[in-house]
């Protein structure tokens, strides 16, 4: 699941910084307060690894900086703090931090800025603060940039790492090797951040609410 989430400069969010999550929220708010934009950061997100930057930016705004905060053109920056243990045995005691950040490009309209992977042992924390990791820990990345700026996979089964000339259009997460025995994590995120947000329809359910909220008359009477 999801257990915080970070969102800097996306539509009319200029920086929320590591709010916690569980697993039932609800989000309220007056018109315009950006409830439909922190669900659509998460669909952003999900489109970035379907389809690219650019195509998730052209459905949304014809201009990259038509999607920023004040349209002021600066990088979008996403991450997801995930507790995917229930998924995954190895991922017991940990977090994920999914890092993505998409910028403007004079040449390329688009592209994906930075995109990393790393895991934190949830021990880490300070008592009270689960999503608060000193800078001095040295998690393991599982996924990001060598120090030569090539993309990398880390096998978590049988050590070293998988290389990939770097692109500044595709995600790396999304196309990460379908080998699930070595690369388990990068394969459990990709498949729980492609499933996007998923809308259900609940004028039924406020249909209910004002009739049973009516005070307590006939039913001739409610009509």
């Given at each position: 699941?999801?257990?915080?989430?970070?969102?800097?400069?996306?539509?009319?969010?200029?920086?929320?910084?590591?709010?916690?999550?569980?697993?039932?929220?609800v989000l309220v708010g007056p018109n315009a307060s950006g409830?439909?934009?922190?669900?659509?950061?998460?669909?952003?997100?999900?489109?970035?690894?379907?389809?690219?930057?650019?195509?998730?930016?052209?459905?949304?705004?014809?201009?990259?900086?038509?999607?920023?905060?004040?349209?002021?053109?600066?990088?979008?920056?996403?991450?997801?703090?995930?507790?995917?243990?229930?998924?995954?045995?190895?991922?017991?005691?940990?977090?994920?931090?999914?890092?993505?950040?998409?910028?403007?490009?004079?040449?390329?309209?688009?592209?994906?800025?930075?995109?990393?992977?790393?895991?934190?042992?949830?021990?880490?924390?300070?008592?009270?603060?689960?999503?608060?990791?000193?800078?001095?820990?040295?998690?393991?990345?599982?996924?990001?940039?060598?120090?030569?700026?090539?993309?990398?996979?880390?096998?978590?089964?049988?050590?070293?790492?998988?290389?990939?000339?770097?692109?500044?259009l595709t995600s790396r997460l999304c196309p990460s090797p379908?080998?699930?025995?070595?690369?388990?994590?990068?394969?459990?995120?990709?498949?729980?951040?492609?499933?996007?947000?998923?809308?259900?329809?609940?004028?039924?359910?406020?249909?209910?609410?004002?009739?049973?909220?009516?005070?307590?008359?006939?039913?001739?009477?409610?009509?």
């Amino acid at each position: 699941m999801i257990a915080g989430i970070t969102v800097k400069n996306y539509k009319a969010i200029k920086f929320l910084k590591n709010l916690s999550l569980n697993r039932f929220h609800v989000l309220v708010g007056p018109n315009a307060s950006g409830k439909s934009t922190f669900l659509d950061a998460l669909q952003f997100v999900k489109d970035c690894l379907e389809h690219g930057p650019r195509k998730a930016v052209e459905k949304r705004a014809p201009e990259f900086r038509d999607l920023t905060f004040m349209k002021q053109g600066d990088p979008i920056e996403i991450e997801l703090w995930l507790d995917m243990g229930n998924v995954i045995d190895s991922q017991q005691g940990k977090l994920l931090l999914y890092r993505l950040a998409v910028a403007e490009d004079e040449q390329l309209g688009v592209r994906i800025d930075d995109e990393i992977l790393k895991e934190f042992l949830k021990k880490w924390a300070p008592a009270g603060k689960d999503l608060e990791f000193s800078p001095k820990l040295t998690p393991r990345r599982l996924l990001g940039k060598t120090s030569k700026g090539t993309d990398f996979y880390r096998r978590e089964n049988g050590g070293g790492i998988k290389t990939a000339l770097p692109s500044a259009l595709t995600s790396r997460l999304c196309p990460s090797p379908p080998d699930e025995e070595r690369y388990p994590t990068a394969n459990v995120v990709k498949d729980f951040l492609m499933q996007g947000v998923q809308y259900i329809n609940v004028v039924g359910f406020e249909i209910l609410q004002r009739w049973r909220i009516w005070p307590c008359r006939s039913p001739l009477e409610r009509l």
